[in-house]
Nanobody, 119 residues
């Protein structure tokens, strides 16, 4: 079994920064994809950023995320980070992390961490 735990959310003023962490424990192997997603009230969950164990990254073309957010990894710790800069009120959402194991198709999700951008 794999456990996924997010941390680092909170309340921040517009223009501020936060760094989210996602730690995966258990048997995830050496080849995986980990992604950050967010879900705002009344909206569908959307992908924010994704990274492979090899370091390849993907950012969807939404809300200038690619210009403001950076995903990174620490393979030794099975941990992925999301550095969020120049935060906007529309970034307010619950941010979720998932771990996808390509070989098996297993997909594990964390419980989410709340990010609120407000003055």
């Amino acid at each position: 079994q794999v456990q996924v735990v997010e941390s680092g959310g909170g309340l921040v003023q517009p223009g501020g920064s936060l760094r989210l962490s996602c730690a995966a424990s258990g048997r995830i192997g050496s080849i995986w994809n980990m992604g950050w997603h967010r879900q705002a009230p009344g909206k569908q969950r959307e992908l924010v950023a994704d990274i492979t164990s090899g370091g390849a990254t993907f950012y969807p073309d939404i809300d200038s995320v690619k210009d403001r957010f950076t995903i990174s990894r620490d393979n030794a710790k099975n941990t992925v980070y999301l550095q969020m800069n120049s935060l906007k009120p529309e970034d307010t959402a619950v941010y979720y992390c998932n771990v996808l194991i390509p070989d098996t198709g297993d997909d594990y999700w964390g419980q989410g961490t709340q990010v609120t951008v407000s003055s």
